[in-house]
């Protein structure tokens, strides 16, 4: 059984580093538009508050998240929007604070979590690192967009490891969200670190397979950037489909972002 430990130790210094980064924002940065329509820098910081918040929940009281999955399937469309609109609200050192101390004790709780023990989630059930590993991508994933308003562009680290291996192990999940049968072939991503290290997975002679920056394939399974815009190469029919409808987050279908030529 693997260690979650360390896991939960860079889901920290991802979150440490978007705090730095957001700690000092004039409450004018805070209004700032980021990509995703409509959400300000201090909805991004407000739903990672909300879904740290639905994380905890799902790791110490079963029953209560159960109510969150009820209300989750009585409006998909929007109820990611609607957690995000409970904190915004707040001034933003009070919002700050909240997804401080809501992070602190997800950490707390994530740490203490028994050998084997699985979560409920809004898609499958989770592991402790898989639950690190799923606040981890969205810390980073919701981070870029906030650097992107504030015009900056953070240096990858090797904590994208992490997001690279979800994004692999969320194959067929892909699929299924798009109502199609996942592939029988087996499949191959081969991926270059940010320190140009390999990072491969799957078998090494699949017929189905995926090369290129590790980066790339990170923003391709966030959904941060199109795939016309990355430097990622499919080989077989089923890899190239996988690439046009990745997603290494729960729940349906994101639109993703348009390619930057703005083609449609």
């Known amino acids: 059984m693997a260690d979650p430990t360390p896991v939960i130790e860079d889901l920290r210094a991802e979150s440490d580093a978007l705090d730095r980064l957001v700690a000092e924002l004039s409450p004018e940065k805070w209004a700032l538009q980021t990509p995703a329509p409509r959400w300000t820098v201090a909805h991004q910081i407000a739903h990672l508050a909300w879904t740290d918040r639905s994380a905890l929940v799902a790791v110490t009281d079963e029953d209560a998240f159960r109510a969150l999955v009820e209300k989750a399937l009585a409006a998909p469309e ?24 809501t992070r602190a004790a997800l950490d707390k709780a994530l740490r203490a979590a028994p050998p084997g023990a699985r979560f409920p989630w809004y898609g499958p059930p989770m592991s402790t690192a898989s639950m690190a590993t799923a606040r981890l991508m969205e810390t980073w994933a919701h981070g870029l967009d906030i650097a992107d308003a504030l015009g900056v562009t953070p240096a990858p680290t090797a904590r994208i490891r992490h997001i690279a291996r979800l994004g692999f192990r969320t194959r067929d999940f892909a699929y299924a969200v798009h109502g199609l049968p996942a592939p029988t072939d087996p499949f191959r991503l081969e991926l270059t670190g940010p320190g140009g290290d390999l990072w491969a997975y799957g078998p090494e002679g699949a017929p189905q397979r995926v090369t290129g920056p590790a980066l790339d394939f990170c923003l391709l399974v966030t959904q941060r950037a199109h795939r016309d815009d990355l430097a990622l190469q499919a080989t077989g029919p089923d890899a190239d489909r996988w690439l046009d409808i990745a997603q290494a987050f729960a729940g349906p279908p994101g639109a993703g972002r348009p390619p930057k030529d703005g083609t449609p």
């Open 78 to 101: 929007s109820f990611v929007d609607e957690g995000a609109e409970e904190l915004v609200r707040l001034p933003p050192a009070e919002l700050l604070d909240t997804w401080r101390q």
